[in-house]
């Protein structure tokens, strides 16, 4: 994540009402190592994978909770538990979200497959 900047708990609008979600702001966002996003619905699953993603100018994400390890070290940061410090150049390593909802000016994926079941 480069040129990181926490900017406070959002209030989204969803389909089901309005969730609290942390929101992030960066000018851009690498996923490595092997992504995987999973949505289920009316007993079908959709699987969306890919060896990286990479997003860049105007990268905005949203999560309900952000977990992952900074230097080794585990952290959680939720809408009542948000970060209290972050630099501009951090790297997070094993990173979960929760609900994730990410926005970029540019989306690249490489090696991406999707499959239905």
Known sequence: MTGLSYDGVANVATASGTVQMLK?????????????????EGGHTLLTQDSSLDLSGNVV????????QLLGVPVTFTPQNPPTAILPDMTFTNVVTDQPFTMADTFQA????TSLN
């Open 61 to 68: 994400l949203y999560t309900t909770e952000f977990s992952a």
């Open 24 to 40: 992030f702001s960066m000018t851009s966002m690498t996923l490595s190592g092997g992504t995987v996003l999973t949505v289920s």
């Open 110 to 113: 490489t090696a991406l497959v």
